[in-house]
């Protein structure tokens, strides 16, 4: 079945640096995929979301990019701030199912 | 900005009770889920409902669960007869298109079962 993980369970970054967030995933029939974010004691905030027929995606100080033949998510968030500490899941979907979680991690941001 | 709505925030109950978890998706969203997330641990997929019916659900959703939409606005989560390990926050989720819609997330009900 599906499975969707991050490399790292924990990420700390300086104010100011540019983070990097990781995700794999095992389903290459996933063709939606999508960052959210959680801060404590809250529901899964949306960030932004790619589809599997593109490569990248930006938004507003954050940047998606999907490498489909290593089945492959990141998240880049420029210039981290103190409030985008938080835990970030990404999750995919194959048409038709359910968006399924991976297990976080968690960016703590120092000033 | 429209938002979904859950009740309660936190529900102590005794083991072996019933619980029904309540929820007010986005007004005009046709799509609703439950998920839920054990301390510490990811957000786990437990059902999705489309038009009245149950459209998809995960293993974790066993005939302990039920869902139901009474009305036009609530989409409520009952767990029959609560186990410890139904300890957890549930979070109730609803979208307006299936499937690449974005899925907006309550603030959740956490339930601890003694």
């Known amino acids: 079945g599906e499975s969707v993980g991050l490399h790292l369970p924990t990420l700390s970054v300086q104010e100011g640096d540019n983070s990097i967030i990781n995700c794999a995933y095992s389903?290459?029939?996933?063709?939606?995929f999508i960052w959210y974010k959680q801060e404590s004691g809250k529901g899964p905030q949306f960030i932004i979301d790619?589809?599997?027929?593109?490569d990248k995606r930006q938004g507003q100080r954050v940047t998606v990019l999907l490498n489909k033949t290593v089945k492959h998510l990141s998240l880049q968030i420029a210039a981290t701030q103190p409030g985008d500490s938080a835990v970030y899941f990404c999750?995919?979907?194959?048409?038709?199912?359910?968006?399924?979680f991976g297990k976080g991690t968690t960016l703590s941001v120092s000033s | 900005e429209p938002e979904v709505t859950q009740t309660p925030s936190h529900q102590v109950t005794q083991m072996g009770q019933e619980v029904i978890l309540r929820c007010v998706p986005i007004?005009?969203?046709?799509?609703f889920y439950w998920y839920r997330q054990i301390l510490g641990q990811k957000v786990e997929f437990l059902v999705s409902?489309?038009?009245?019916?149950?459209?998809?659900k995960s293993e974790i959703f066993d005939d302990q669960f039920s869902v139901e939409r009474p009305d036009g606005s609530n989409f409520t989560l009952k767990i029959r007869s609560t186990k410890l390990e139904d300890s957890a926050m549930y979070f109730c989720?609803?979208?307006?298109?299936?499937?690449?819609?974005?899925?907006?997330f309550g603030e959740g009900s956490r339930l601890t079962v003694l």
């Open positions: 999750a995919t979907r194959e048409a038709g199912t359910a968006l399924i």
């Open positions: 389903n290459s029939a996933s063709d939606y």
């Open positions: 790619i589809r599997s027929n593109m």
């Open positions: 007004s005009n969203h046709l799509y």
């Open positions: 409902f489309y038009n009245n019916e149950i459209s998809e």
């Open positions: 989720a609803s979208s307006e298109t299936r499937p690449t819609g974005e899925l907006f």
